[in-house]
């Protein structure tokens, strides 16, 4: 006699939250079938562990034999599986033990995406380290559930925190490369370590607005997005679309192309003695952007 799919699932939900707690991604076919064994008696006693396992592996295909070790057939389900479990064990307070550990971040983003995240954001906030945050926020992304706006403004407003200190003390280039991290973590290019044209184009223009809302302000309108549209449009540029020579004469403006070379990084000017619209330093920013 076989488990039911429900029942099925619910083993595995189990094998796949032990796996995450360990930060593994295979087991050995022993420490499987004990796990299985120690189990199985708990939902169905006529159920034969190996039998369980080699019936799992031949008709489900989510548990898959690779070499001498098993796995799940991808790392989406093993997260998936485990965040069910999280669920239905009530066991949410294993996410913020866990929340720093690089391996459990599938299991937590893909927890946010099915079931209602405010108490673990509410958490995440109060610890408000750059980190906490940045996971915060890419699990409000993923949540399609209307969470409370008091954790949506509070997560934002710890977004652009460091960004706000750092263009209110005048600390112009550690602004930039703020700015620049946003955009890559906001974009979710954080390990291409790079923008291209469709990713700015695709640009969520509520967050650029909140980035180039603050550089305007400390900057007393001298840099920022909205000032490198209007340069950009200025140069002949049109909005949502790529144009080299716009670009290059936008650069010759605001002091990005200098002798027909683009400068470097160091050359920048970090202060306000800059030409208008010389920061913040990005791909493309806001040039063509509505």
């Known amino acids: 006699m076989m488990l039911s799919a429900s029942e099925s699932q619910q083993l595995l939900q189990k094998i796949a939250l032990e796996m995450v707690a360990k930060n593994s991604t295979q087991t050995t076919y022993n420490a499987l079938l004990e796990f299985c064994q120690k189990l199985l008696p708990k939902i169905d006693q006529s159920v034969n562990a190996a039998e369980f396992l080699k019936k799992i592996e031949q008709v489900s295909e989510l548990l898959v034999k690779v070499d001498n070790y098993y796995e799940f057939a991808h790392l989406s389900f093993q997260g998936y599986l485990a965040a069910v479990e999280i669920n239905e064990q009530k066991r949410e307070n294993l996410l913020l033990q866990h929340w720093q550990k690089a391996w459990w971040k599938e299991t937590i983003v893909l927890y946010c995406a099915q079931f209602n995240p405010s108490n673990f954001l509410r958490e995440l906030i109060k610890i408000g380290s750059k980190e906490a945050v940045a996971l915060a926020y890419e699990c409000l992304k993923e949540s399609p559930r209307n969470i409370d706006t008091e954790i949506k403004?509070?997560?934002?407003?710890?977004?652009?925190?460091?960004?706000?200190?750092?263009?209110?003390?005048?600390?112009?280039?550690?602004?930039?490369?703020?700015?620049?991290?946003?955009?890559?973590?906001?974009?979710?290019?954080?390990?291409?370590?790079?923008?291209?044209?469709?990713?700015?184009q695709n640009f969520s223009a509520e967050n650029l607005r909140a980035m180039d809302k603050l550089w305007v302000k400390y900057s007393n309108g001298k840099f920022g997005f909205s000032v490198q549209k209007q340069i950009w449009l200025d140069c002949g540029g049109k909005i949502g679309e790529y144009d080299y020579e716009a670009y290059e004469k936008l650069g010759d403006r605001v002091g990005w192309y200098v002798n027909g070379s683009w400068i470097s990084y160091s050359k920048y000017t970090f202060n306000t003695n800059a030409l208008p619209g010389h920061l913040p330093r990005s791909p493309l920013g806001g040039c063509v952007r509505g």
């Open 153 to 200: 403004s509070n997560v934002e407003k710890l977004l652009y925190q460091q960004l706000d200190e750092f263009l209110k003390n005048g600390q112009w280039k550690e602004a930039d490369q703020e700015t620049d991290r946003l955009m890559l973590q906001i974009a979710g290019k954080e390990e291409e370590e790079y923008l291209y044209v469709e990713d700015i």
